[in-house]
């Protein structure tokens, strides 16, 4: 009988967000986002309503962000605020959420662009 040793390779492979990641974002979004980005995202929400156009949430729909260019942003700018990261003073930040929260509003922000 003959037996192979075969090296252990680790791969790193970018995987989409699943279902669950999404819906539990969603949830967060609700709770957290929807008065000011509105249901859909688009920056109209019931507060956005009544603020002035440079006070205005950010349309998360467009994919265009001035400070979240990339995921790690986003979460920062979630965890600190708009304050925190010299933006809006208005976005409340997030300090509560875990990594698994801020992942799955991640998720769903990314979701809003499709």
């Not at 949830?27 to 957290?32: C, E, V």
């Amino acid at each position: 009988m003959k037996y192979f040793i075969v090296p252990a390779v680790a791969f790193v492979v970018s995987v989409p967000a699943c279902a669950a990641d999404v819906a539990r974002g969603k949830q967060l979004y609700s709770d957290r986002c929807m008065t000011c980005h509105g249901a859909e995202g688009a920056g109209d929400g019931p507060v956005a309503l009544s603020l002035p156009p440079e006070m205005k949430p950010q349309n998360l729909k467009s994919g265009k962000m001035k400070y979240a260019t990339d995921d790690a942003k986003l979460k920062e700018l979630l965890k600190k605020g708009g304050a925190g990261v010299g933006l809006n003073a208005l976005m409340p930040p997030q300090a509560d959420l875990s990594d698994a929260d801020l992942d799955a509003i991640v998720a769903y922000v990314h979701a809003l662009k499709k």
